[in-house]
């Protein structure tokens, strides 16, 4: 069972505009979210994460937005530049009072900024 | 800093055989993870250890272990290798905390033939 789902393995935009990518989760008990990015070659690289004590979290470029009634989150760039070209990698982590460093990641979406 | 590093970052073995992989963390990190990656899977947790103790496990049979080393230095182990444990497999490292940053290494790819 996929508990956190990218149901767009891709997504292609024009340099300068909006990327939106999509995560649903199913597990109500997640509590934090993270999105990484991967190029080929190399491994995942952190970008941002959200908490779900807050809906909105902004860095740079880089919104990620929580709808914690839908489960669904979203990553908003803007604007897009080449360089984001890579695969974007949604991850949910269940704190449940535990330690655990215990990820649970999309499958991930392929995006591709067009110059 | 360096970063996560990971050896071998390419393995070819044959159905049947073992393989030993490496991973050494960031300096100062405690917790190391596992992770596997293979087409439309995305990625899946193996394991967790920090402290040189295993803190938490996915659902992988137990052709599938690990240790950490009192330098926080982990080693993941598959024996009886099949074709379908060719992967990408990753390690990736953080501070203490279950809400610290992971960071991950580039990998090391396993084919299985």
């Known amino acids: 069972d996929q508990q956190v789902k990218q149901n767009s393995p891709s997504l292609s935009v024009q340099e300068g505009r909006i990327s939106i990518l999509n995560c649903d989760y199913t597990?109500?008990?997640?509590?934090?979210f993270l999105w990484y990015k991967k190029y080929p070659a190399e491994g995942p690289t952190f970008l941002i994460s959200?908490?779900?004590?807050?809906d909105k979290n902004e860095d740079g470029r880089f919104t990620v937005f929580l709808n914690k009634s839908a489960k669904h989150l979203s990553l908003h760039i803007v604007p897009s530049q080449p360089g984001d070209s890579a695969v974007y990698f949604c991850?949910?982590?269940?704190?449940?009072?535990?330690?655990?460093?215990?990820?649970?990641f999309g499958t991930g979406t392929l995006l591709a900024v067009q110059p | 800093k360096a970063g996560v590093t990971q050896t071998p970052r390419y393995l070819i073995k044959t159905r049947g055989q073992q393989v030993t992989l490496s991973c050494s963390p960031i300096?100062?990190?405690?917790?190391v993870s596992w992770y596997q990656q293979t087409p439309g899977q995305g990625l899946q947790f193996l394991f967790e250890?920090?402290?040189?103790?295993?803190?938490n496990k996915g659902n992988f049979p137990g052709r599938f272990s690990g240790r950490q080393f009192s330098n926080s230095r982990s080693e993941m182990n598959v024996s009886t290798l099949e074709l379908g444990d060719s992967a990408l497999y990753l390690c990736?490292?953080?501070?203490?905390?279950?809400?610290?940053?992971?960071?991950f290494g580039p990998g090391t790819r396993l084919t299985v033939l």
């Open positions: 990736a490292s953080s501070l203490v905390s279950s809400m610290d940053t992971q960071y």
């Open positions: 597990n109500s008990m997640f509590d934090y």
């Open positions: 959200i908490s779900s004590i807050k």
């Open positions: 991850a949910a982590k269940n704190g449940g009072g535990g330690a655990t460093n215990k990820l649970i």
């Open positions: 300096s100062g990190h405690r917790s």
């Open positions: 250890y920090f402290s040189e103790t295993q803190r």
